[in-house]
Protein backbone atom coordinates (compact mmCIF):
# COMPACT_ATOMS: atom_id res chain seq x y z
CA UNK A 1 0.00 0.00 0.00
CA UNK A 2 1.32 3.26 -1.04
CA UNK A 3 1.62 5.59 2.12
CA UNK A 4 0.82 8.74 -0.22
CA UNK A 5 -1.56 8.62 -3.03
CA UNK A 6 -2.56 11.59 -4.59
CA UNK A 7 -4.66 11.98 -7.69
CA UNK A 8 -6.04 15.14 -9.58
CA UNK A 9 -5.33 17.78 -7.06
CA UNK A 10 -6.39 21.21 -7.69
CA UNK A 11 -5.95 24.30 -6.14
CA UNK A 12 -7.65 27.43 -7.23
CA UNK A 13 -8.03 30.78 -5.49
CA UNK A 14 -10.17 32.62 -7.73
CA UNK A 15 -8.98 32.59 -11.24
CA UNK A 16 -5.35 31.53 -10.19
CA UNK A 17 -4.86 28.16 -10.84
CA UNK A 18 -2.42 26.96 -7.95
CA UNK A 19 -2.17 23.60 -8.36
CA UNK A 20 -3.30 21.98 -12.16
CA UNK A 21 -4.33 18.60 -11.47
CA UNK A 22 -1.24 16.56 -10.12
CA UNK A 23 -0.54 13.13 -9.30
CA UNK A 24 1.85 11.59 -7.44
CA UNK A 25 2.67 8.07 -4.88
CA UNK A 26 5.25 7.61 -2.34
CA UNK A 27 5.92 4.61 -1.17
CA UNK A 28 6.76 3.47 2.89
CA UNK A 29 9.86 4.71 3.91
CA UNK A 30 10.48 6.66 0.90
CA UNK A 31 11.67 10.58 0.86
CA UNK A 32 10.32 12.24 -1.73
CA UNK A 33 11.07 15.71 -2.82
CA UNK A 34 9.33 18.61 -4.75
CA UNK A 35 11.31 20.73 -6.03
CA UNK A 36 10.33 24.26 -7.65
CA UNK A 37 10.68 27.92 -7.52
CA UNK A 38 8.70 30.09 -5.22
CA UNK A 39 4.92 30.09 -6.80
CA UNK A 40 5.20 26.56 -8.34
CA UNK A 41 2.42 24.81 -5.81
CA UNK A 42 5.03 23.26 -3.38
CA UNK A 43 3.81 25.11 -0.19
CA UNK A 44 -0.12 24.42 -1.42
CA UNK A 45 0.35 21.04 -1.75
CA UNK A 46 1.52 20.09 1.78
CA UNK A 47 -0.78 22.75 2.83
CA UNK A 48 -3.78 20.96 1.21
CA UNK A 49 -2.47 17.38 2.37
CA UNK A 50 -2.22 18.54 6.02
CA UNK A 51 -5.58 20.09 6.64
CA UNK A 52 -4.46 23.54 6.41
CA UNK A 53 -6.19 24.47 3.22
CA UNK A 54 -9.20 23.47 1.12
CA UNK A 55 -8.51 21.73 -2.01
CA UNK A 56 -11.15 22.58 -5.13
CA UNK A 57 -10.83 18.90 -6.50
CA UNK A 58 -9.31 15.56 -6.47
CA UNK A 59 -8.06 12.96 -3.96
CA UNK A 60 -5.46 11.96 -1.12
CA UNK A 61 -4.80 8.66 0.95
CA UNK A 62 -2.96 8.01 3.64
CA UNK A 63 -2.13 4.59 4.05
CA UNK A 64 -5.45 4.01 2.65
CA UNK A 65 -7.34 6.56 4.58
CA UNK A 66 -9.24 9.21 2.53
CA UNK A 67 -7.60 12.26 3.75
CA UNK A 68 -10.38 14.89 3.10
CA UNK A 69 -13.30 12.54 3.93
CA UNK A 70 -11.55 11.06 7.91
CA UNK A 71 -9.36 14.49 8.24
CA UNK A 72 -8.86 13.30 11.84
CA UNK A 73 -7.79 9.57 11.08
CA UNK A 74 -5.34 11.02 8.44
CA UNK A 75 -3.85 14.11 10.70
CA UNK A 76 -2.78 11.35 13.32
CA UNK A 77 -0.49 9.56 10.76
CA UNK A 78 0.98 13.04 9.40
CA UNK A 79 3.73 15.47 11.07
CA UNK A 80 4.43 18.78 9.66
CA UNK A 81 6.99 20.53 9.77
CA UNK A 82 6.30 24.61 8.15
CA UNK A 83 8.15 26.63 6.10
CA UNK A 84 7.69 29.03 8.79
CA UNK A 85 8.36 28.90 12.12
CA UNK A 86 4.93 28.44 14.14
CA UNK A 87 6.47 27.74 17.82
CA UNK A 88 5.25 29.87 20.42
CA UNK A 89 8.13 31.84 21.33
CA UNK A 90 6.75 32.75 25.09
CA UNK A 91 6.49 29.23 26.02
CA UNK A 92 9.57 26.73 26.75
CA UNK A 93 11.07 24.43 24.65
CA UNK A 94 9.05 21.62 26.52
CA UNK A 95 5.86 23.11 26.96
CA UNK A 96 5.73 23.87 22.81
CA UNK A 97 6.02 19.77 22.97
CA UNK A 98 3.72 19.16 25.80
CA UNK A 99 0.81 21.46 23.73
CA UNK A 100 1.86 19.02 20.81
CA UNK A 101 1.39 15.80 22.43
CA UNK A 102 -1.77 16.58 23.88
CA UNK A 103 -3.07 17.80 20.30
CA UNK A 104 -2.33 14.57 19.12
CA UNK A 105 -3.43 12.57 22.26
CA UNK A 106 -0.49 11.74 23.84
CA UNK A 107 -0.27 11.22 27.44
CA UNK A 108 1.94 13.21 29.86
CA UNK A 109 3.97 10.31 30.55
CA UNK A 110 4.91 9.61 26.78
CA UNK A 111 4.98 13.22 26.03
CA UNK A 112 7.90 13.46 28.96
CA UNK A 113 9.60 9.98 27.38
CA UNK A 114 9.27 10.68 24.12
CA UNK A 115 10.30 14.65 24.53
CA UNK A 116 13.32 13.46 26.41
CA UNK A 117 14.08 11.08 23.86
CA UNK A 118 13.77 13.23 20.78
CA UNK A 119 15.26 16.44 22.77
CA UNK A 120 18.38 14.56 23.16
CA UNK A 121 18.41 13.28 19.60
CA UNK A 122 18.18 17.11 18.17
CA UNK A 123 20.78 18.14 20.73
CA UNK A 124 18.24 20.47 22.93
CA UNK A 125 18.03 18.76 26.23
CA UNK A 126 19.21 21.25 27.93
CA UNK A 127 17.51 23.69 26.75
CA UNK A 128 14.46 21.80 27.74
CA UNK A 129 13.30 24.36 30.01
CA UNK A 130 14.63 27.54 28.14
CA UNK A 131 12.33 30.25 26.41
CA UNK A 132 11.53 29.39 22.75
CA UNK A 133 12.23 33.09 22.41
CA UNK A 134 15.80 32.22 24.00
CA UNK A 135 16.79 29.79 20.82
CA UNK A 136 18.72 30.59 17.81
CA UNK A 137 17.21 29.98 14.68
CA UNK A 138 18.55 26.62 14.05
CA UNK A 139 17.98 25.77 17.63
CA UNK A 140 13.89 26.61 16.50
CA UNK A 141 14.03 24.68 13.04
CA UNK A 142 15.49 21.55 15.07
CA UNK A 143 12.72 21.76 17.43
CA UNK A 144 10.20 22.26 14.95
CA UNK A 145 11.31 19.22 12.93
CA UNK A 146 11.38 16.65 16.44
CA UNK A 147 8.13 18.84 18.01
CA UNK A 148 6.48 17.42 14.49
CA UNK A 149 7.88 13.54 15.79
CA UNK A 150 7.06 13.50 18.74
CA UNK A 151 3.88 11.77 18.03
CA UNK A 152 5.35 9.02 15.89
CA UNK A 153 3.73 10.06 12.69
CA UNK A 154 4.24 7.64 10.03
CA UNK A 155 4.14 10.53 7.46
CA UNK A 156 6.32 13.80 7.59
CA UNK A 157 6.23 17.00 5.98
CA UNK A 158 8.86 19.10 5.47
CA UNK A 159 8.18 22.15 3.87
CA UNK A 160 11.21 24.28 3.33
CA UNK A 161 12.99 22.73 6.11
CA UNK A 162 15.99 24.61 5.73
CA UNK A 163 15.14 28.15 4.06
CA UNK A 164 17.06 30.43 5.52
CA UNK A 165 19.77 28.63 7.38
CA UNK A 166 23.50 29.08 7.10
CA UNK A 167 25.07 26.09 4.89
CA UNK A 168 26.73 24.36 8.24
CA UNK A 169 23.47 24.10 9.96
CA UNK A 170 21.57 23.86 6.88
CA UNK A 171 23.96 20.48 6.65
CA UNK A 172 23.19 19.24 10.36
CA UNK A 173 19.43 19.30 9.65
CA UNK A 174 19.96 16.83 6.63
CA UNK A 175 22.04 14.55 8.54
CA UNK A 176 19.16 14.91 11.19
CA UNK A 177 16.50 14.28 8.47
CA UNK A 178 18.30 11.23 6.93
CA UNK A 179 18.17 9.85 10.74
CA UNK A 180 14.48 10.28 10.68
CA UNK A 181 14.03 8.00 7.33
CA UNK A 182 16.17 5.14 8.56
CA UNK A 183 14.14 4.98 11.30
CA UNK A 184 11.35 3.81 8.87
CA UNK A 185 9.09 7.06 8.35
CA UNK A 186 8.30 8.19 4.95
CA UNK A 187 9.16 11.55 4.34
CA UNK A 188 7.54 14.46 1.42
CA UNK A 189 9.96 17.23 1.27
CA UNK A 190 9.94 20.57 -0.32
CA UNK A 191 12.76 22.86 -1.46
CA UNK A 192 14.14 25.16 -4.10
CA UNK A 193 17.88 24.08 -2.78
CA UNK A 194 18.62 21.74 -5.77
CA UNK A 195 21.65 20.44 -3.92
CA UNK A 196 19.19 19.33 -0.65
CA UNK A 197 17.03 17.00 -2.94
CA UNK A 198 20.15 15.94 -4.58
CA UNK A 199 21.29 14.51 -1.40
CA UNK A 200 18.58 13.55 0.71
CA UNK A 201 15.61 12.42 -1.76
CA UNK A 202 14.70 8.69 -2.85
CA UNK A 203 12.63 10.22 -5.86
CA UNK A 204 12.03 13.87 -7.07
CA UNK A 205 9.50 15.15 -9.06
CA UNK A 206 9.43 18.99 -10.55
CA UNK A 207 6.71 21.20 -10.11
CA UNK A 208 5.93 24.18 -12.11
CA UNK A 209 3.21 26.80 -12.69
CA UNK A 210 1.36 23.88 -10.35
CA UNK A 211 2.00 21.52 -12.36
CA UNK A 212 4.18 18.13 -12.61
CA UNK A 213 6.72 18.44 -14.92
CA UNK A 214 8.74 14.85 -14.55
CA UNK A 215 9.63 12.65 -11.77
CA UNK A 216 12.84 10.20 -11.16
CA UNK A 217 15.51 9.52 -9.09
CA UNK A 218 18.01 11.96 -8.87
CA UNK A 219 20.18 9.59 -10.66
CA UNK A 220 17.86 9.02 -13.65
CA UNK A 221 16.85 12.30 -14.25
CA UNK A 222 20.30 13.58 -14.43
CA UNK A 223 21.19 10.43 -16.72
CA UNK A 224 18.37 11.42 -19.04
CA UNK A 225 20.40 14.06 -19.77
CA UNK A 226 23.86 12.61 -20.09
CA UNK A 227 26.93 12.74 -17.59
CA UNK A 228 28.85 15.90 -18.60
CA UNK A 229 28.00 19.27 -19.50
CA UNK A 230 29.99 22.14 -21.38
CA UNK A 231 29.10 25.55 -20.48
CA UNK A 232 30.07 28.19 -22.94
CA UNK A 233 29.68 31.94 -22.20
CA UNK A 234 28.89 34.10 -25.57
CA UNK A 235 28.40 37.68 -25.78
CA UNK A 236 24.35 36.67 -25.82
CA UNK A 237 24.74 34.79 -22.25
CA UNK A 238 25.66 31.16 -21.18
CA UNK A 239 24.56 28.32 -22.87
CA UNK A 240 25.10 24.44 -22.00
CA UNK A 241 25.16 21.41 -24.08
CA UNK A 242 24.76 17.76 -22.65
CA UNK A 243 27.19 14.58 -23.23
CA UNK A 244 27.23 10.92 -22.35
CA UNK A 245 30.85 10.88 -21.93
CA UNK A 246 33.80 13.56 -20.80
CA UNK A 247 35.39 12.33 -24.64
CA UNK A 248 32.53 13.37 -26.53
CA UNK A 249 32.09 16.50 -23.93
CA UNK A 250 36.22 17.69 -24.56
CA UNK A 251 35.53 17.15 -28.21
CA UNK A 252 32.70 19.41 -28.59
CA UNK A 253 34.86 21.67 -26.26
CA UNK A 254 37.81 22.06 -28.71
CA UNK A 255 35.55 23.27 -31.48
CA UNK A 256 35.16 26.38 -29.44
CA UNK A 257 38.26 27.15 -28.42
CA UNK A 258 38.57 30.34 -30.54
CA UNK A 259 34.62 31.65 -30.38
CA UNK A 260 33.62 31.63 -26.84
CA UNK A 261 34.79 33.22 -23.59
CA UNK A 262 34.84 30.88 -21.47
CA UNK A 263 34.29 27.22 -22.06
CA UNK A 264 34.22 24.49 -18.59
CA UNK A 265 33.10 21.11 -18.80
CA UNK A 266 31.85 19.41 -16.15
CA UNK A 267 29.60 16.58 -14.80
CA UNK A 268 25.67 17.17 -14.84
CA UNK A 269 23.77 17.73 -11.63
CA UNK A 270 20.15 18.29 -10.80
CA UNK A 271 19.78 22.07 -11.51
CA UNK A 272 20.77 21.03 -14.98
CA UNK A 273 17.73 18.53 -15.29
CA UNK A 274 15.60 21.60 -14.17
CA UNK A 275 16.45 23.79 -16.46
CA UNK A 276 16.40 21.39 -18.93
CA UNK A 277 12.81 19.92 -18.18
CA UNK A 278 11.20 23.20 -16.92
CA UNK A 279 13.25 25.58 -18.50
CA UNK A 280 13.62 27.77 -15.90
CA UNK A 281 15.93 28.13 -12.81
CA UNK A 282 14.78 27.13 -9.71
CA UNK B 1 -10.84 15.91 25.26
CA UNK B 2 -6.80 15.86 25.19
CA UNK B 3 -7.17 17.84 22.10
CA UNK B 4 -9.22 20.65 24.31
CA UNK B 5 -7.30 20.72 26.89
CA UNK B 6 -4.48 21.13 24.89
CA UNK B 7 -5.67 24.49 23.46
CA UNK B 8 -6.84 25.65 27.15
CA UNK B 9 -3.66 24.96 28.37
CA UNK B 10 -1.43 26.76 25.97
CA UNK B 11 -3.52 30.23 26.68
CA UNK B 12 -2.93 29.08 30.41
CA UNK B 13 0.26 29.04 30.10
CA UNK B 14 0.84 31.95 28.64
CA UNK B 15 -1.22 33.78 30.86
CA UNK B 16 1.02 32.07 33.36
CA UNK B 17 4.19 33.23 31.69
CA UNK B 18 2.68 36.73 31.77
CA UNK B 19 0.95 37.14 35.16
CA UNK B 20 2.60 39.78 36.87
CA UNK B 21 2.45 41.91 33.78
CA UNK B 22 -0.90 40.49 33.07
CA UNK B 23 -2.73 41.30 36.70
CA UNK B 24 -1.11 44.51 36.49
CA UNK B 25 -2.47 45.81 33.37
CA UNK B 26 -6.05 44.26 34.48
CA UNK B 27 -5.79 46.53 37.29
CA UNK B 28 -5.34 50.02 35.54
CA UNK B 29 -8.67 50.95 34.06
CA UNK B 30 -10.88 49.47 36.71
CA UNK B 31 -8.60 51.83 39.06
CA UNK B 32 -9.28 54.75 36.42
CA UNK B 33 -12.50 54.26 35.96
CA UNK B 34 -13.20 54.47 40.06
CA UNK B 35 -11.18 57.39 40.66
CA UNK B 36 -12.41 59.41 37.95
CA UNK B 37 -16.28 57.94 37.88
CA UNK B 38 -16.81 56.48 41.68
CA UNK B 39 -14.24 58.74 43.86
CA UNK B 40 -14.46 62.20 41.75
CA UNK B 41 -17.28 62.76 39.49
CA UNK B 42 -19.97 60.17 40.99
CA UNK B 43 -18.85 60.84 44.70
CA UNK B 44 -22.32 62.82 45.73
CA UNK B 45 -24.21 61.06 43.66
CA UNK B 46 -27.13 58.43 43.83
CA UNK B 47 -28.55 55.97 41.35
CA UNK B 48 -31.74 53.77 42.71
CA UNK B 49 -30.97 55.08 46.36
CA UNK B 50 -27.81 53.79 46.32
CA UNK B 51 -24.31 55.58 46.28
CA UNK B 52 -23.05 55.73 42.73
CA UNK B 53 -20.04 53.79 43.56
CA UNK B 54 -22.23 50.54 44.34
CA UNK B 55 -23.62 50.88 40.62
CA UNK B 56 -21.20 51.63 39.38
CA UNK B 57 -18.68 48.68 40.56
CA UNK B 58 -21.12 45.91 39.08
CA UNK B 59 -21.37 47.55 36.20
CA UNK B 60 -17.56 47.63 35.64
CA UNK B 61 -17.26 43.89 36.48
CA UNK B 62 -19.72 43.98 33.27
CA UNK B 63 -17.57 45.74 30.93
CA UNK B 64 -14.32 44.23 32.57
CA UNK B 65 -15.53 40.28 32.18
CA UNK B 66 -16.92 41.35 28.45
CA UNK B 67 -13.62 43.31 27.45
CA UNK B 68 -11.35 40.69 28.65
CA UNK B 69 -13.37 37.67 27.39
CA UNK B 70 -13.63 39.19 24.13
CA UNK B 71 -9.92 39.77 24.19
CA UNK B 72 -8.76 36.11 23.60
CA UNK B 73 -9.65 37.36 20.16
CA UNK B 74 -6.18 39.12 20.40
CA UNK B 75 -4.18 36.31 21.32
CA UNK B 76 -5.75 34.08 18.38
CA UNK B 77 -4.99 36.71 16.10
CA UNK B 78 -1.27 36.75 17.36
CA UNK B 79 -1.55 33.01 17.03
CA UNK B 80 -2.48 33.26 13.44
CA UNK B 81 -1.12 35.69 11.85
CA UNK B 82 1.89 36.40 13.67
CA UNK B 83 3.24 33.23 15.56
CA UNK B 84 1.19 31.45 13.28
CA UNK B 85 0.19 28.75 15.99
CA UNK B 86 -2.84 28.02 14.95
CA UNK B 87 -1.47 26.34 11.60
CA UNK B 88 -0.35 23.73 14.23
CA UNK B 89 -4.10 23.31 15.72
CA UNK B 90 -5.16 23.16 12.11
CA UNK B 91 -2.91 19.98 11.38
CA UNK B 92 -4.00 18.38 14.61
CA UNK B 93 -6.25 15.72 15.10
CA UNK B 94 -8.85 17.74 17.28
CA UNK B 95 -12.21 18.76 16.53
CA UNK B 96 -13.47 22.40 16.39
CA UNK B 97 -15.50 21.95 19.02
CA UNK B 98 -12.73 21.08 21.20
CA UNK B 99 -10.36 24.06 19.59
CA UNK B 100 -13.16 26.35 20.38
CA UNK B 101 -13.97 25.55 23.82
CA UNK B 102 -10.20 25.62 24.95
CA UNK B 103 -10.32 29.10 23.40
CA UNK B 104 -13.69 30.56 24.84
CA UNK B 105 -12.70 29.14 28.38
CA UNK B 106 -9.38 30.63 28.27
CA UNK B 107 -11.27 33.90 27.64
CA UNK B 108 -13.29 33.12 30.61
CA UNK B 109 -10.30 32.56 32.83
CA UNK B 110 -9.46 36.01 31.62
CA UNK B 111 -12.28 37.35 32.94
CA UNK B 112 -12.60 35.89 35.96
CA UNK B 113 -8.61 37.24 36.82
CA UNK B 114 -9.41 40.53 35.51
CA UNK B 115 -12.84 40.82 37.72
CA UNK B 116 -11.29 39.34 40.71
CA UNK B 117 -8.67 42.34 40.80
CA UNK B 118 -11.47 45.09 40.20
CA UNK B 119 -12.83 42.99 43.61
CA UNK B 120 -9.77 43.60 45.59
CA UNK B 121 -9.26 46.89 44.22
CA UNK B 122 -13.26 47.85 45.46
CA UNK B 123 -13.19 45.88 48.72
CA UNK B 124 -9.64 48.09 49.67
CA UNK B 125 -12.10 51.38 49.06
CA UNK B 126 -14.48 50.13 51.24
CA UNK B 127 -17.33 49.04 48.94
CA UNK B 128 -18.64 45.31 49.82
CA UNK B 129 -21.67 42.86 47.62
CA UNK B 130 -22.81 40.24 47.60
CA UNK B 131 -20.65 37.56 45.76
CA UNK B 132 -22.80 34.43 45.63
CA UNK B 133 -23.16 32.02 42.77
CA UNK B 134 -25.63 34.01 41.25
CA UNK B 135 -23.05 36.59 40.57
CA UNK B 136 -20.53 34.32 39.34
CA UNK B 137 -23.07 33.23 36.96
CA UNK B 138 -23.63 36.16 35.47
CA UNK B 139 -19.85 37.13 34.96
CA UNK B 140 -18.87 33.66 33.67
CA UNK B 141 -22.06 34.01 31.36
CA UNK B 142 -21.21 36.94 30.10
CA UNK B 143 -17.10 36.39 29.23
CA UNK B 144 -18.72 33.07 27.85
CA UNK B 145 -20.55 35.06 25.16
CA UNK B 146 -17.87 37.75 24.46
CA UNK B 147 -15.45 35.33 24.34
CA UNK B 148 -17.40 33.25 21.30
CA UNK B 149 -17.43 36.25 20.14
CA UNK B 150 -13.66 37.06 20.12
CA UNK B 151 -13.31 33.34 18.88
CA UNK B 152 -15.73 34.33 15.35
CA UNK B 153 -14.46 37.52 14.52
CA UNK B 154 -10.74 35.88 14.87
CA UNK B 155 -11.82 33.20 12.80
CA UNK B 156 -13.39 35.43 10.21
CA UNK B 157 -11.39 38.54 9.88
CA UNK B 158 -8.24 38.93 7.14
CA UNK B 159 -5.78 40.81 8.87
CA UNK B 160 -4.82 41.65 12.20
CA UNK B 161 -5.74 45.41 11.31
CA UNK B 162 -9.50 44.11 11.05
CA UNK B 163 -10.05 43.32 14.67
CA UNK B 164 -9.83 47.05 15.45
CA UNK B 165 -12.80 47.37 13.74
CA UNK B 166 -14.64 45.07 15.38
CA UNK B 167 -13.55 46.60 19.00
CA UNK B 168 -13.79 50.29 17.44
CA UNK B 169 -17.59 49.85 16.27
CA UNK B 170 -19.21 47.20 18.82
CA UNK B 171 -16.89 46.73 22.14
CA UNK B 172 -16.09 50.28 22.88
CA UNK B 173 -19.59 51.42 22.29
CA UNK B 174 -21.06 48.54 24.33
CA UNK B 175 -18.61 48.94 27.00
CA UNK B 176 -20.21 52.31 27.41
CA UNK B 177 -23.55 51.89 26.74
CA UNK B 178 -24.94 48.70 28.14
CA UNK B 179 -26.34 50.05 31.38
CA UNK B 180 -22.32 49.52 32.80
CA UNK B 181 -22.27 54.03 33.75
CA UNK B 182 -25.60 55.10 33.66
CA UNK B 183 -28.70 53.38 34.20
CA UNK B 184 -30.11 53.00 30.36
CA UNK B 185 -33.35 53.87 32.35
CA UNK B 186 -32.28 58.00 31.76
CA UNK B 187 -32.19 57.38 28.10
CA UNK B 188 -35.22 58.26 25.48
CA UNK B 189 -37.55 55.45 25.18
CA UNK B 190 -36.37 54.97 21.33
CA UNK B 191 -32.76 54.29 22.62
CA UNK B 192 -33.68 52.04 25.47
CA UNK B 193 -35.43 49.53 22.85
CA UNK B 194 -31.86 49.53 21.14
CA UNK B 195 -29.80 49.51 24.47
CA UNK B 196 -32.11 46.61 25.71
CA UNK B 197 -31.20 44.29 22.81
CA UNK B 198 -27.19 44.45 23.55
CA UNK B 199 -26.01 41.69 25.75
CA UNK B 200 -23.77 43.95 28.20
CA UNK B 201 -27.58 45.77 29.56
CA UNK B 202 -28.52 41.81 30.60
CA UNK B 203 -24.81 40.90 32.10
CA UNK B 204 -24.64 44.17 34.04
CA UNK B 205 -28.59 44.08 35.20
CA UNK B 206 -28.01 40.31 36.20
CA UNK B 207 -24.81 40.82 37.88
CA UNK B 208 -25.66 44.34 39.76
CA UNK B 209 -29.09 42.47 41.15
CA UNK B 210 -27.03 39.56 41.95
CA UNK B 211 -23.96 41.64 43.83
CA UNK B 212 -27.06 43.96 45.82
CA UNK B 213 -27.84 40.40 47.32
CA UNK B 214 -31.63 40.40 45.22
CA UNK B 215 -30.71 36.95 44.06
CA UNK B 216 -31.01 35.60 39.99
CA UNK B 217 -32.38 37.93 37.55
CA UNK B 218 -34.03 34.82 35.60
CA UNK B 219 -35.09 37.06 32.38
CA UNK B 220 -31.98 38.10 31.98
CA UNK B 221 -30.12 34.68 32.77
CA UNK B 222 -32.60 32.68 30.04
CA UNK B 223 -31.89 35.62 27.75
CA UNK B 224 -27.73 35.17 28.26
CA UNK B 225 -28.05 31.51 27.72
CA UNK B 226 -29.44 31.87 24.50
CA UNK B 227 -26.49 34.19 23.34
CA UNK B 228 -24.13 31.82 24.98
CA UNK B 229 -25.53 28.96 23.10
CA UNK B 230 -25.59 30.96 19.69
CA UNK B 231 -21.94 31.97 20.43
CA UNK B 232 -20.77 28.75 20.40
CA UNK B 233 -23.03 27.53 17.48
CA UNK B 234 -21.19 30.99 15.85
CA UNK B 235 -17.58 29.84 17.34
CA UNK B 236 -17.53 26.69 15.86
CA UNK B 237 -18.82 27.41 12.48
CA UNK B 238 -16.40 30.28 11.78
CA UNK B 239 -13.37 28.26 12.41
CA UNK B 240 -13.45 26.36 8.87
CA UNK B 241 -13.40 29.82 7.64
CA UNK B 242 -9.83 30.39 8.87
CA UNK B 243 -8.73 27.84 5.92
CA UNK B 244 -7.93 29.71 3.05
Known sequence: MDAVRVENLVKRYGKIEALRGINFRITPGELFALLGPNGAGKTTTIRILCGLTRPTAGKAYFYGVDVFQRPVAAKKMAGLVPQTINLDLELTVFENLLIHGLLFGLSKNEISQQGRQLLRFAELLERKNHKVRTLSGGMRRRLLIIRALLHRPRILFLDEPTVGLDPHIRRRLWGLIKRIQQQGTTILLTTHYIEEAEFLADRVAFLDEGRFITEDTPQALIARLGEFAVDVVREKGLETKYFPNREEAEKFALTLAEKAETVTIRRVNLEDAFVYFTGRKV | ?244
Do not use: C
Request: cysteine-free.
Open chain 2, 1 to 244: MKGFLAVYLREILIIWHRLPRMLLSFSVSPTLYLIAFGFGLGKNLQVGGRPYLEFLIPGLVAASSMTQGFGINVEINVARFYLKVFEEFQAAPISNLAYVLGEILSGVTRALLSVSIILLITSLAGVSFSFGPAFWIGVIMNAFIFAALGVTSAMVIKSHADQALVTNFIITPMAFLGGTFFPIENMPPAVQIILKALPLTHAAKLIRQAAYGEGLRWESFVILLLLAILGLVLAYHSVDKARD
